[in-house]
């Protein structure tokens, strides 16, 4: 399955919330999710990045505490090989 990029590392398609809440993903969500509006999504959308990994600040401290207190440990890893991709 194709991934889903959302701003913050996470492949929307592998995420076990999508379904349990009905979410479209972050992009379709435009960063207003279940558990409110993310900052992520709204930094990101502000520099003008398609996600994290396309700022010249990666990682900030704010993401790093952000995939400290999160359930998806892979989205630093998966920044980091968007990184050097187009898209
Ligand atoms: S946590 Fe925020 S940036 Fe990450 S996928 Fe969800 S809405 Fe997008
Ligand atoms: S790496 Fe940090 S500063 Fe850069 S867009 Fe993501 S949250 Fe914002």
């Given at each position: ?46 520099k ?34 968007w ?5």
């Open positions: 399955m194709a991934e889903i990029k959302g701003k913050c590392g996470t492949d929307c398609n592998k995420c076990s919330f999508r379904e349990k809440f009905n979410c479209g993903g972050c992009l379709a969500q435009q960063g207003k999710i279940f558990w409110g509006e993310c900052d992520i999504y709204k930094c990101a959308t502000n003008g990045c398609q996600h994290c990994g396309q700022c010249h600040e990666l990682p900030c401290e704010n993401l790093l505490e952000f995939i400290r207190n999160g359930h998806n440990p892979d989205r630093l890893t998966n920044l980091n090989r990184k050097n991709e187009q898209t």
